[in-house]
């Protein structure tokens, strides 16, 4: 355990972002999941509904810092290419 007052508060406040970070992660796993699990139905408009939750779900994570831009787009062109093969 850390002695020195600043190294106490970084400890707390890398808990504190790290929990922030997970849980967004986590909410754009689960709108990806969504996507995909519509595009197996081949339900059109509930994967289209699905993308474009997830599309901000992943932009909001990458404009908080939780996911590089390139990451994102990476996800979000691979969640439109998905979609685009079930047409």
């Known amino acids: 355990m850390a002695n ?3 190294a106490k508060k970084r400890i707390l406040v890398n808990r504190t972002k790290m929990e922030r970070n ?6 754009v796993k689960t709108a990806i999941k969504k996507v995909y699990a519509a595009i197996e139905a081949n339900d059109k408009e509930a994967a289209k509904a699905a993308l474009l939750g997830a599309t901000s779900a992943i932009d909001k994570a990458a404009n ?4 590089h831009k390139n990451t994102a787009s990476r996800k979000i062109s691979r969640l439109n290419l998905a979609l685009n093969k079930m047409a």
């Open 22 to 27: 997970k849980a967004i992660k986590s909410g």
């Open 4 to 6: 020195i007052k600043s």
């Open 64 to 67: 908080k810092g939780v996911f």
